[in-house]
């Protein structure tokens, strides 16, 4: 009886007993929206900061021609073109994500390609069960904030999504599935300090993960251990991770028959989850009360302590694109001064703007409330505008656009996609547009995903 096993071996065999024909329709569609999401992030990043060096250095060191970097072209080992593609996934942060912050397509979706094309291609509907496992995966070994305290989520629970659907993919029996999430256990890593600190990690962070999942597939493939107490273990994930404090049964409670991928979050806009909220309610309120920024003397922003380590504090670095996706004043401020929100205001040349940097100093106030966290949601912000004519305006909100309580339109997810295509600046992809997204669209038709993933080629 399944019940009757260790967590780790009812996982892998969750993982090994998946097929296409079981996922229910909701978990397909959200599939879908989630590789719709990630390749089109993915033609956003294909020239981010240090993207074009990942990749240059990626085909300069060479090694046996295995799967594709997207885009940049050239073929290379299966890990190290997981690297590069999930690299350039998180690039623009507008993929998707869920609290306390773990981004898992980005990172499962490159090692699902690159190990499909290890085994010479695979049908879409086999690539939407792999996906599906894999992220379900990583949802159900997600730990709340005060568990990661401070690691970065992605680095912590992402590899097991990549390990688990390079492991369906590869066709590993049970125990080599285990070992391979054993494997990525031994893995994990990430500081949120780089997203802090405005650092070009974030992205690179997410690349390992998706290398992770290769790798260890492969591995316990040819029969390498990892510790079978990998999750209850002395000294498991759930000690190490989850403090001693993670109810370690909602893990596996009703596995295969209620799926968490419907829970997933969307990014709206290029910047991190917990500026999502806020930016809304910055353009929702100037569309409800009819003001504009010339108008305000000030926009305090209160957020939870946890929102505040995270993006409260907005300075310019050696990576402004960075420093602006995880500074919720730069956010709001952007929102306020140029509304809609649009993938060029997380440029450079946008984001030192004197009209905007003068805003932030002059005008936006960022506080920590420690009372919303007490009473109120993971992503929950207050904006207080003061007008220069005295009227005080308060807002709030508790759930941002992309989640499963207030969802992106079909409408939305399109309009997302075909400005990454437009924002990408390669003419190949803009003509090959409306065949990309179709294609997406149905994935579940497609005989042989690789013949998908040529069109980003040149």
Request: hydrophobic share 40%.
């Amino acid at each position: 009886m399944i019940g009757d096993m260790k967590k780790e071996q009812q996982l892998a065999r969750f993982i090994f007993e998946a097929r296409y024909e079981n996922l229910p329709e909701d978990v397909i569609e959200g599939v879908k929206r989630q590789v719709v999401a990630i390749y089109a992030a993915s033609m956003a990043g294909n020239r981010a900061d240090g993207i074009e060096a990942i990749a240059a250095l990626s085909k300069e060191l060479g090694g046996k021609e295995e799967s594709t970097v997207l885009i940049h072209g050239g073929k290379i080992p299966a890990h190290t073109a997981a690297f590069v593609n999930a690299a350039m996934a998180r690039a623009w942060d507008i993929c998707d994500h869920i609290a306390p912050g773990p981004h898992i397509g980005a990172s499962c979706i490159p090692a699902s390609l690159a190990a499909a094309e290890l085994i010479g291609g695979c049908n879409g509907k086999d690539f939407i069960t792999a996906i599906a496992v894999g992220t379900e995966v990583a949802l159900r070994l997600n730990l709340e904030e005060h568990e990661y305290d401070g690691f970065d989520p992605t680095g912590i629970v992402a590899g097991f999504a990549s390990a688990a659907a390079a492991s369906w993919l590869l066709k590993l029996n049970e125990d080599q599935i285990m070992n391979a999430l054993a494997l990525a256990f031994n893995r994990c890593g990430g500081s949120f300090q780089s997203h802090a600190d405005g650092a070009l990690a974030v992205r690179v962070i997410e690349g390992w993960v998706s290398e992770t999942g290769i790798e260890c597939a492969r591995l316990a493939r040819l029969g390498v251990t990892g510790p079978e107490n990998f999750l209850d273990g002395v000294y498991g994930y759930f000690h190490l991770y989850g403090r001693d404090k993670t109810d370690t049964e909602k893990t596996v409670a009703d596995l295969g028959t209620k799926w968490h991928v419907t829970r997933l979050n969307f990014k709206k806009y290029p910047s991190c989850g917990l500026t999502q909220g806020n930016t809304q309610l910055a353009l929702d309120m100037m569309e409800q009360h009819g003001f504009t920024a010339d108008e305000i003397e000030q926009a305090e922003i209160l957020v939870p302590p946890f929102t505040y380590k995270l993006v409260g504090e907005f300075k310019l670095g050696a990576n402004p694109k960075v420093d602006a996706q995880f500074g919720v004043a730069y956010c709001v401020a952007n929102a306020l001064i140029r509304p809609p929100v649009r993938l060029i205001h997380f440029e450079p040349d946008a984001i030192r703007d004197p009209q905007v940097l003068d805003f932030i100093k002059d005008r936006v106030v960022v506080t920590s409330d420690e009372s919303i966290t007490h009473t109120r949601k993971h992503y929950s912000s207050d904006l207080i505008i003061t007008l220069k004519d005295g009227r005080v305006l308060k807002g709030s909100i508790d759930v941002p656009p992309g989640t499963p309580e207030y969802p992106m339109t079909e409408e939305e997810h399109k309009h997302r996609f075909y400005e990454c295509v437009e924002f990408a600046a390669r003419p190949w992809l803009t003509e090959r547009a409306d065949e990309i997204f179709q294609a997406m669209k149905s994935l579940e038709t497609e005989a042989d995903v690789r013949t998908l993933f040529a069109k980003f080629q040149p």
